[in-house]
């Protein structure tokens, strides 16, 4: 039986050299209108990145993720991203762009329980 919740998910991915086009899953976002949902997990692995590129400064690459991540939970200080509804800050950050964090096209499907699928994900693609 199809689970309860239509969601949406995207890889967050960090791309060390956006020139190259390769690039690592950092990280997951999942979001259901219904439900009123969205959660975003992430991790660095900062041995993988290092292999990638020794030039990537992970203190800003950490501190654009927190930004990401306070923009996907509505913080005040999210600025006038973080206080639009979830399923355009869903959109606004899984909009296609050309810059270090992106994010892969998004995907769907049906569940009962969102934070498993969340966790999941993250297991899958990241770890």
């Not at 005040?76 to 973080?82: K, R, S, T």
């Not at 800050?89 to 934070?115: E, K, M, Y």
């Given at each position: 039986?199809?689970?309860?919740?239509?969601?949406?998910?995207?890889?967050?991915?960090?791309?060390?050299?956006?020139?190259?086009?390769?690039?690592?899953?950092?990280?997951?976002?999942?979001?259901?209108?219904?439900?009123?949902?969205?959660?975003?997990?992430?991790?660095?692995?900062?041995?993988?990145?290092?292999?990638?590129?020794?030039?990537?400064?992970?203190?800003?690459?950490?501190?654009?993720?927190?930004?990401?991540?306070?923009?996907?939970?509505?913080?005040?200080?999210?600025?006038?991203?973080?206080?639009?509804?979830?399923?355009?800050?869903?959109?606004w950050l899984?909009?296609?762009?050309?810059?270090?964090?992106?994010?892969?096209?998004?995907?769907?499907?049906?569940?009962?329980?969102?934070?498993?699928?969340?966790?999941?994900?993250?297991?899958?693609?990241?770890?």
């Amino acid at each position: 039986m199809q689970g309860t919740h239509l969601f949406e998910y995207a890889v967050i991915r960090v791309l060390p050299k956006v020139e190259r086009d390769e690039f690592i899953n950092v990280g997951v976002i999942l979001f259901s209108k219904r439900a009123k949902y969205i959660r975003m997990k992430w991790k660095l692995n900062e041995e993988r990145l290092r292999n990638f590129s020794t030039e990537m400064d992970l203190d800003l690459l950490e501190a654009s993720l927190k930004s990401f991540e306070k923009t996907c939970n509505g913080d005040i200080d999210a600025g006038v991203i973080g206080q639009l509804d979830i399923s355009e800050r869903f959109r606004w950050l899984t909009a296609v762009r050309s810059s270090c964090i992106q994010t892969s096209r998004p995907h769907s499907g049906f569940a009962d329980n969102l934070d498993a699928i969340v966790e999941k994900l993250f297991a899958e693609m990241v770890l």
